[in-house]
């Protein structure tokens, strides 16, 4: 099956900095989405991008299909923004999302 | 748009029970569901996938018998888990596609549902 790998694994930052999360994939894929997990467990939907770029407030990400990856920033980081960032995608010719494992955003003050 | 409901959020029941999870798609219809399973700092499983009218297609390793899923409407699909054991205690979340667009989506977008957290005592 195709291969889900998002780093890096853990971040710490300052209030106020930026950041870039990275998902590869090791498949042409139809879907890619972005998701935030809030400390309650929902997932937030920050973006659908199978290819190309999006911006959204202070978050945006760029999905290259052909090197199969995707880069999610976030800038002027707030402590609301901690969390989970999961990467997900659905193979070209599947009706399922594969997610990576995550990336765990902390935010101090 | 593209809200999806579960209910319950929380439920505690004793080994041997059976619970049942609902999902629902508020606001766009639901051509296909999705059941995850998500231990506590892991990422989510995909446990099966229902589409409106058909059985599920479950994932390798999951047991049919044991995650009764029913998708009896384009807007509510619903998980039961049968004799749960405390093993069976977990995150439990839905996930809606509207496949060709649908309350605002894009063609094969998820959402999810907020969750459901299941312990087996």
């Known amino acids: 099956g195709i291969q889900v790998e998002q780093s890096p694994p853990d971040l710490i930052l300052q209030e106020g900095a930026n950041s870039t999360l990275r998902c590869n994939f090791s498949d042409s894929v139809n879907n890619l989405q972005w998701f935030h997990q809030n400390p309650w467990g929902q997932l937030i939907n920050l973006f659908y991008?199978?290819?190309g770029t999006k911006q959204n407030g202070r978050l945006s990400a760029t999905t290259v299909a052909t090197e199969r990856y995707s880069l999610l920033y976030i800038s002027s980081s707030q402590t609301t923004d901690s969390g989970v960032y999961f990467c997900?995608?659905?193979?070209?010719?599947?009706?399922?999302?594969?997610f990576g494992q995550g990336t765990r955003l902390t935010i101090n003050p | 748009g593209a809200v999806v409901s579960q209910h319950p959020s929380r439920v505690i029941c004793k080994s041997g029970t059976s619970v049942k999870i609902e999902c629902r798609s508020l606001d766009f219809q639901a051509t296909t569901m999705f059941w995850y399973r998500q231990f506590p700092k892991k990422s989510l499983m995909l446990m099966a996938t229902s589409n409106e009218g058909s059985k599920a297609t479950y994932e390798q390793g999951v047991e049919k018998d044991k995650f009764l899923i029913n998708h009896a409407s384009l807007t509510l699909s619903t998980l039961t888990v049968t004799s749960a054991h405390p093993e069976d205690s977990s995150f439990y979340i839905c996930?809606?596609?509207?496949?060709?667009?649908?309350?605002?989506?894009?063609?094969?977008?998820?959402?999810f549902g907020p969750g459901t957290r299941l312990t087996v005592l």
């Open positions: 991008i199978p290819s």
């Open positions: 996930s809606a596609t509207a496949r060709g667009g649908g309350g605002g989506s894009s063609y094969n977008e998820q959402f």
């Open positions: 997900a995608v659905e193979r070209r010719g599947a009706q399922k999302l594969v």
